[in-house]
């Protein structure tokens, strides 16, 4: 068995072929060239948690485009059409999932994560890159000042890790993201009554996202940026450590309606693992 490790992107450059920043770069590169209908496509990824094609604001974002290896414009994402011309009725109960402000946060995420981390795996493998990659997660809780800020490899505009339009500043989010991993009982801990502060998703996880802005700032374009899934891996992280602390859960009293609606809304891992 393959043992696989997230690791901390400080102090990875995204030049260094030992770095999983780097494959991530790699990956990124090669899934912008795919139409946004392909499961192996960059713009596939961000539709799957959200996307919003009639706002023209929003749409800026999925229209962005960049100077590939050639000098060329190309978009990051290609094939985005009008909003009810893009993707097909056969592909909808895939796309715009995320379950933000419920209990089901947390638990869509990890399983979103873990779905799109190995697809790029088998895309970096492809390429010629290590069969144990896993994600590298921004960890701007616990790793000091160098990390509470954009980091650095995501800033050059000519690497994939760039998006553009983001806001930038410096987060200084390490004690309250740490007392938010405090023993309490799970939907306190997750949303705390849906958005209100000191739960993991309000606070970092909603200030990092207003904070970088961009399409970062936006749930329908979040997904576009490469920083999305290094900011989720961290959150994901979160759990992990809360579930360390001896977290109290207690899924007894949760509305059934939850529960049900997790599979009749086809939020399963069957196209992800069929795409992976
Ligand atoms: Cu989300």
């Not at 809780?141 to 994939?160: C, H, K, Q, R, Y």
Request: proline content about 6%.
């Amino acid at each position: 068995m393959i043992n696989l490790t997230r690791t901390n992107i400080l102090g990875q450059s995204g030049e260094n072929p030992n770095d999983a920043l780097h494959w991530y770069a790699k990956a990124i590169d090669h899934m912008r060239g795919l139409d946004v209908r392909d499961p192996r496509s960059w713009g596939w990824w961000a539709a799957c948690h959200q996307y919003e094609f009639n706002d023209p604001d929003l749409r800026a974002f999925w229209e962005a485009t960049y100077t590939n290896a050639a000098g060329k414009q190309q978009h990051w994402v290609t094939g985005v059409k009008e909003q009810h011309d893009t993707f097909t009725d056969s592909e909808l109960p895939y796309l715009a999932k995320c379950p933000h402000g419920s209990v089901m946060f947390l638990a869509w995420h990890r399983q979103y994560l873990l779905s799109f981390e190995n697809m790029l795996r088998s895309i970096i493998t492809q390429l010629g890159g290590p069969a144990d990659w896993a994600l590298p997660y921004w960890d701007y809780t616990t790793s000091g000042e160098a990390n509470m800020v954009i980091p650095e490899p995501f800033l050059n505009e000519d690497s994939p890790l760039f998006y553009p339009g983001r806001v930038g500043g410096n987060y200084n989010f390490y004690k309250q993201s740490v007392e938010s991993v405090g023993q309490v009982e799970f939907e306190e801990f997750s949303t705390k009554e849906f958005w209100s502060p000191n739960s993991v998703e309000s606070w970092p996880h909603d200030h990092i996202h207003d904070q970088v802005g961009g399409a970062m700032g936006s749930l329908p374009t979040a997904g576009l940026d490469p920083l999305f899934y290094c900011h989720h891996a961290n959150i994901d992280r979160l759990w992990t450590f809360w579930t360390g602390l001896g977290g109290i859960v207690e899924i007894d009293d949760l509305p059934h309606i939850r529960i049900n609606n997790l599979s009749s809304n086809g939020q399963t891992d069957k196209m992800w693992l069929m795409s992976a």
